[in-house]
């Protein structure tokens, strides 16, 4: 009988501890469902980790971008993240914040110019890359840190 009463006193500990887990896991993933852009990016936590590898966090340090031009696909160069993209050629103008209404061609590594690979972590998610990495000089940049 006591070994009856103790086993039920776990059991009940232990559906309380996962139905705390489980309320702790909707307050973390709330935020992430309210579409968050390039322009609405919140500024990251302050990078704690001891890293070896040069590289930046956060689309305000997004390394330098080559976008398509969506009227007449010249390319145009965006130094920083909220600089206005003026095509060179046709004269379109956008907003910053419209980096993800155009076609990304390439990010460019701010150490040592290569054309960086870049890609998505949470496709559902966001509609513009979330790391971008220099194969040449391991210069990494990532939208935000691990949630
Ligand atoms: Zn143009
Ligand atoms: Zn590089």
């Given at each position: 009988m006591p070994v009856y009463v103790e086993r039920y006193h776990v059991t009940g500990a232990l559906h309380a501890l996962l139905a705390g887990l489980k309320r702790v896991g909707n307050r973390l993933v709330a935020p992430l469902r309210r579409g968050e852009g390039p322009n609405k990016f919140r500024l990251s936590s302050v990078d704690t980790a001891t890293t070896t590898i040069d590289g930046s966090v956060g689309w305000r340090n997004r390394p330098p971008a080559t976008l398509a031009c969506p009227q007449c696909d010249s390319e145009i160069y965006q130094r920083h993240a909220h600089d206005t993209i003026d095509c060179p050629r046709c004269r379109a103008t956008f907003d910053g914040n419209e980096f993800d209404d155009l076609e990304l061609i390439a990010f460019e590594c701010?150490?040592?110019?290569?054309?960086?690979?870049?890609?998505?972590?949470?496709?559902?998610?966001?509609?513009?890359?979330?790391?971008?990495?220099c194969d040449a000089c391991r210069y990494h940049w990532e939208f935000r840190h691990s949630y």
């Open positions: 701010p150490v040592c110019r290569t054309e960086m690979r870049h890609g998505t972590r949470h496709p559902e998610r966001f509609g513009f890359p979330e790391w971008a990495t």
